[in-house]
């Protein structure tokens, strides 16, 4: 089992910055092998895919943050990163950690980080 917390989340002003942090703990064994991403929930919204790091740090971005959020991972650390960058008040959501893996199948979800920006 594997256990995700994010942190890093606040309230900004339009124009700002933020990093949240997701730290994995648990049976991180196969992590390394495992793909990671961002997701976000507005209210009264569906959850969505913001950024995806694979293997090899391979990585795709919602084209609403595209050039302006960056995904990264430290696999000593079994710790991912969201620098966002420019934020706008439609950047306002929860923000949740994912890990999922193939084999062996599993899927993660943290709890989820508050991301507000002011205007």
């Known amino acids: 089992q594997v256990q995700l917390v994010e942190s890093g989340g606040g309230l900004v002003q339009a124009g700002g910055s933020l990093r949240l942090s997701c730290a994995a703990s648990g049976s991180t064994s196969t992590l390394d092998f495992a793909a990671m991403g961002w997701y976000r929930q507005a209210p009264g919204k569906q959850r969505e895919l913001v950024a995806v790091i694979r293997v090899g740090n391979t990585t795709n971005y919602a084209d609403s943050v595209k050039g302006r959020f960056t995904i990264s991972r430290d696999n000593a650390k079994n710790t991912m990163y969201l620098h966002m960058g420019s934020l706008k008040p439609e950047d306002t959501a929860v923000y949740y950690c994912?890990?999922?893996?193939?084999?062996?199948?599993?899927?993660?979800w943290g709890q989820g980080t508050q991301v507000t920006v002011s205007s």
């Open positions: 994912n890990v999922r893996n193939l084999f062996p199948s599993y899927v993660y």
